[in-house]
């Protein structure tokens, strides 16, 4: 297993979550992180990223101003700060990597994680 996301969980509108992605040592090194969401019936759609130095992050306009992508490079880890969910982030969150990019379009995700849910009720 090469990358371990956790944290999802079931929570009310309004709440807060954190996402935490354990990445292998080989995989962090010069790769750019990032989360992606899919829900029911839906595409898998970009959610935030970052590059691998950490130092620029982009989001998906529906997320920004409530999400925060963070890595520790220390830790092979990144996590998603999700506050005031709304019912409509209701998904199943995967980690995604890419090599010396950003994941943003998923054809250009090297390894996904194995996802994990999150359900926001109303």
């Known amino acids: 297993v090469q990358l371990q996301a956790c944290g999802g969980g079931l929570v009310q509108a309004g709440g807060s979550l954190r996402l935490s992605c354990a990445a292998s040592r080989r995989i962090f090194s010069n790769y750019g992180m990032g989360w992606f969401r899919q829900a029911p019936g839906k595409e898998r759609e970009f959610v935030a990223a970052?590059?691998?130095?950490?130092?620029?992050?982009y989001y998906a306009a529906s997320v920004k101003g409530r999400f925060t992508i963070s890595r520790d490079n220390a830790k092979n880890t990144v996590w998603l700060q999700m506050n005031s969910l709304k019912p409509e982030d209701t998904a199943v969150y995967y980690c995604a990597a890419s090599l010396l990019t950003v994941p943003s379009i998923p054809t250009n995700v090297n390894y996904w994680g194995q996802g994990t849910q999150v359900t926001v009720s109303s």
């Open positions: 970052l590059k691998w130095s950490g130092d620029i992050t």
